[in-house]
T-cell receptor, first 110, second 112 residues
């Protein structure tokens, strides 16, 4: 079993759609959680940190369920510019080693 | 400002060449990282420097040699690489190892 697992992609959605990504992690000692987005041939960029209380940034909402070891990202009112690969990332606090999911590719179409 | 810079942006080298990748940050971060990323795969950690000391080496072949001259700079020295080493090499930094990591734009390396 992979340490961090994400929904397989790609997700192809129309503009304005709501899309949800899910992620599970295997190590219950995990300390911090993130969603990064990565555009084609670019570096990963931090989208959001994820907190137990849930957090929202505009059209983006992230949730963490420590009991189920589950992380989610909800994107409302999708824009063409949201097209990217979304990486679920977990930090076990093992000296800075991040554990990446395989990424979920999102394509938003007109 | 969360900027990490990397040079060069692109590098083509032969298997007998020696080259270096450079990474710089001026955010006062004390942890710096090298990652390797192949197409359609997530980044793979290579090395971690924490407070200018090498703290993690993910069993990387010795043809890759990291160096941290000071708290703002990180180099990756390359020698006798193989074509399968062609990839995007990403540098990242964080305030300290348990904090959020910020990535540089990467160096796209091609080994002929």
């Amino acid at each position: 079993r992979k340490e961090v697992e994400q929904d397989p992609g790609p997700f192809n959605v129309p503009e304005g759609a709501t899309v949800a990504f899910n992620c599970t992690y295997s190590n219950s000692a995990s300390q911090s959680f993130f969603w990064y987005r990565q555009d084609c041939r670019k570096e990963p960029k931090l989208l959001m940190s994820v907190y137990s209380s849930g957090n929202e940034d505009g059209r983006f909402t992230a949730q963490l369920n420590r009991a189920s070891q589950y992380i989610s990202l909800l994107i409302r009112d999708s824009k063409l510019s949201d097209s990217a690969t979304y990486l679920c990332v977990v930090n076990y606090n093992q000296g800075g080693k991040l554990i990446f999911g395989q990424g979920t590719e999102l394509s938003v179409k007109p | 400002d969360t900027e990490v810079t990397q040079t060069p942006k692109h590098l083509v080298m032969g298997m007998t060449n020696k080259k270096s990748l450079k990474c710089e940050q001026h955010m006062g971060h004390r942890a710096m990282y090298w990652y390797k990323q192949k197409a359609k795969k997530p980044p793979e950690l290579m090395f971690v420097y924490s407070y200018e000391k090498l703290s993690i080496n993910e069993s990387v072949p010795s043809r890759f040699s990291p160096e941290c001259p000071n708290s703002s700079l990180l180099n990756l020295h390359l020698h006798a690489l193989q074509p399968e080493d062609s990839a995007l090499y990403l540098c990242a930094s964080s305030q300290d190892p348990q904090d959020t990591q910020y990535f540089g734009p990467g160096t796209r390396l091609t080994v002929l």
